[in-house]
């Protein structure tokens, strides 16, 4: 493993307009570990690799990142151990980019947190050993194409933190607009609330948190949950508002 001196004087070359063939010819280190660097140019921190997995250390965050990944998340192997988590938040939401990066750090203090840009997006990622048991619902293949279920313990964690866990979907695949429309030749505006998932499993999940919350919601069509009626989106502002 490359000591940090190294790693930086390899990425100073290429910071003075050299190429990756060129830093790496100089140096003797490959081309694929300098465009690592580029991304992420400190070490993985060594894991302990029997630490029993202890659970989401702040609840009430786990409950909003839940939300977040069932919308916008996935978990992938590294090679050599552990999993990376990462968060899609679309660039025009910089609020919620940090909303999810603290609360990546909120349940795992321990797992360092980064934001890789993407086009037209950011990955919020962070690098463990415990997400595939944080997140159980990790599997193969597109998750409206699988079935999607809570473990108990996830759910008594949302039944604790309800409004939390739906902040986190309203803020992956859900918006507040406002609705226009024209009635006898006269035109209404008014707000409303929308959540869009192709995984009836999901929209189920949200759906039944609502019930329990005393919000009122419709099916506007097989992805869409429309919530339109003025004491619902009242509470949804109370308790979720519009991305920022």
Request: proline share 5%; glycine share 8%; hydrophobic share 35%.
């Amino acid at each position: 493993m490359y000591d940090m001196d190294t790693r930086r004087r390899a990425l100073l070359l290429i910071a003075d307009g050299r190429s990756l063939n060129s830093a790496s010819k100089e140096t003797g280190i490959s081309r694929a570990a300098i465009r690592a660097w580029l991304v992420r140019v400190d070490p993985l921190p060594r894991l302990n690799q029997t630490a029993p997995c202890a659970g989401p250390a702040d609840r009430a965050a786990y409950a909003y990142l839940l939300g977040l990944y069932l919308g916008d998340g996935c978990i992938s192997p590294h090679p050599k151990g552990g999993q990376y988590l990462r968060i899609a938040c679309a660039d025009a939401w910089p609020g919620l980019i940090e909303q999810c990066r603290a609360a990546v750090l909120a349940v795992r203090p321990s797992d360092k947190v980064y934001v890789l840009q993407r086009q037209g997006c950011v990955a919020v990622t962070s690098y463990g050993r415990h997400w595939s048991c944080l997140f159980p619902q990790h599997g193969p293949g597109r998750k409206h194409e699988r079935r999607i279920a809570l473990e108990g313990w996830q759910q008594e964690i949302v039944d604790d933190h309800p409004w939390a866990f739906v902040r986190g979907l309203i803020h992956s695949d859900g918006c507040r607009t406002t609705n226009r429309t024209v009635r006898n030749g006269k035109g209404y505006e008014y707000p409303r609330y929308f959540f869009t998932n192709r995984s009836t499993d999901i929209t189920s999940l949200l759906t039944r948190t609502l019930d329990r919350l005393g919000v009122a919601w419709r099916q506007a069509n097989k992805a869409n949950v429309s919530i339109a009626r003025k004491e619902s989106v009242a509470l949804m502002d109370l308790h979720i508002g519009p991305k920022y």
